[in-house]
């Protein structure tokens, strides 16, 4: 009776291996099938049998790249000068703004503000669609929302979680679509500068001035583990699909790579001032400001920049110039088109500036220049690159060094055209 039900056993083992093979053959097929409907689509083409494949090896080939995290798509040259005409401007903070997400969907922009409010804006028409307001100071225990400056925005790549992080130490965790508050964390001793999700997880990240990392589950909507390294504000924080994330720690001097699952980190050193924004382009490469004027690319398996452009907002940057202290601009912000070789710089100037980056990641050359008035303090690329959307302020995010009196506290959405084929 034992021999017949070990027998049953292995045939329902090798049943079950069988089947775990014959799923992965028939999503390997499904997988193939919608790649060709989408060439054949993409190329108006009748039928998946006129399809490219070249181009089905070309995309084959690009998805390996990506899951590597060396993916670089050639886009820069492709897109024409935006036009200053063409900038649409969302006014509706009364301070500067300061921080900014976009859905996932593109569809929708959050801006948060020195005025402790957060502004879901339409994309499309520039419609104020909810305003989470800001409360007064010493209310934290009664107000639903901020009391104090909102400092960093992110969104979960599910659209579930909209995040924010204050000056006042706390994160606060809203429903996107009601713009109802979730949940409030606790636990950071300083301001919380940045926050980011890993893609595809509910897993968050944040940074603070209190020189640390924070790790939070958002399912079940718990404190993980706090990271330390960096010896000086930690003042913004990147993340993709791998369990890592990138930070920049200001006057350290140092951008890190927290490796989660190693319990290690990469320190690299490049600028000589303090190093206010990073963003990874993909997996294996980034992008950073700092407030020498300085903008530079990294490698991941390099504690030095690829490349180095000082002065990156003066009048000629990266072609030789001897420009003066008074030239150099604070780079106030930075953005990338990920897995491309397109990324954005902002600067206290009321700048922005697009930029290409060369084969493997060794030169950056300038693009585009597209004047606004004001700080930039935030920047980020739509993710099928069809705008770029800047936060623009009166004053820095961070102090009142300064105080442009004629700009305006403003969100601008800078539409980004592809040239048309002729």
């Not at 980190?265 to 993909?282: A, E, K, M, P, W």
Request: hydrophobic share 35%.
């Amino acid at each position: 009776m034992g021999k017949v039900n070990g027998n049953k056993e292995d045939s329902e083992s090798e049943s079950e291996e069988e089947t775990a093979q014959e799923k992965r053959l028939r999503l390997t097929k499904e997988y193939l099938q919608q790649i060709e409907f989408e060439e054949a689509d993409k190329n108006e083409v009748d039928g998946v049998d006129g399809v490219d494949r070249d181009a089905i090896s070309h995309r084959l080939r690009e998805d390996v790249l990506e899951q590597a995290g060396k993916l670089q798509r050639k886009v820069a040259q492709d897109y024409e000068r935006p036009l200053l005409a063409d900038v649409r401007v969302f006014r509706g903070h009364k301070l500067s703004v300061t921080c900014l997400v976009i859905s996932p969907d593109n569809l929708h922009v959050f801006s948060g503000s020195k005025d402790c409010s957060i502004i879901k804006w339409e994309v499309s028409t520039g419609k104020k669609l909810f305003v989470i307001r800001g409360g007064k100071k010493g209310t934290e225990e009664t107000h639903k929302g901020p009391t104090d400056h909102v400092l960093c925005l992110a969104m979960s790549s599910d659209g579930r979680f909209l995040v924010s992080g204050c000056m006042n130490k706390l994160i606060h965790v809203w429903n996107p679509t009601t713009c109802e508050l979730v949940h409030t964390f606790k636990g950071h001793r300083g301001p919380v500068s940045g926050v980011t999700f890993r893609k595809g997880s509910s897993q968050l990240f944040s940074a603070s001035h209190d020189r640390s990392v924070k790790i939070w589950n958002m399912d079940e909507m718990a404190y993980v583990e706090t990271l330390f390294g960096h010896q000086d504000d930690v003042t913004s924080i990147d993340a993709m699909n791998r369990e890592r994330a990138l930070t920049s720690g200001g006057r350290d001097g140092s951008a890190r790579i927290w490796k989660v699952i190693e319990e290690s980190q990469l320190i690299f050193h490049g600028h000589t001032g303090s190093i206010d924004c990073v963003r990874l382009i993909n997996e294996e490469h980034f992008l950073s400001g700092s407030d020498d004027g300085s903008l530079a690319l990294w490698g991941v398996m390099k504690k030095k920049p690829l490349k180095l452009v000082k002065n990156a907002h003066a009048e000629s940057p990266g072609n030789g110039c001897q420009a003066t202290t008074d030239e150099a601009k604070w780079i106030s912000a930075v953005a990338a088109l990920q897995n491309t070789d397109l990324v954005a710089s902002g600067s206290r100037d009321g700048s922005l500036r697009l930029w290409q980056c060369g084969e493997d990641f060794k030169s950056l050359t300038p693009l585009f220049k597209i004047p606004l008035l004001g700080v930039v303090n935030d920047l980020h690329f739509a993710s099928d690159g069809s705008f770029l959307v800047a936060g623009v302020g009166q004053e820095h995010k961070l102090g009142r060094w300064w105080r442009l009196k004629e700009a305006k506290n403003c969100v601008c959405i800078v539409p980004l055209a592809k040239r048309t084929s002729r």
